[in-house]
């Protein structure tokens, strides 16, 4: 029988513990504001909470 291929570990960012892939091309405060934000959002989304969309829009704001 063969056997499963493993699957590799996400690299993750070591103040947030999110995927560097979220923050990816940010530096400073909105690194951690986007950081907070999509915390903040999956937290919501965890307990079947409504998410607003502002903060969807502050979420794509945050880079720029």
């Known amino acids: 029988m063969a056997r499963k291929k493993k699957r590799r570990k ?5 103040a ?7 923050l990816s091309g940010l530096k400073g405060g909105s690194r951690s504001s986007r950081a907070n934000l ?3 959002m ?3 989304y965890k307990s079947g909470a409504r998410i607003p969309a502002s903060m969807f829009r502050a979420r794509r704001r945050s880079g720029s």
Do not use: E
């Not at 996400?10 to 070591?14: H, L, Q, S, W």
């Not at 947030?16 to 979220?22: E, I, R, V």
């Open 10 to 14: 996400v690299p993750k960012d070591k």
């Open 16 to 22: 947030t513990g999110l995927p560097k892939k979220y």
């Open 38 to 40: 999509i915390k903040t």
């Open 42 to 44: 999956s937290r919501l």
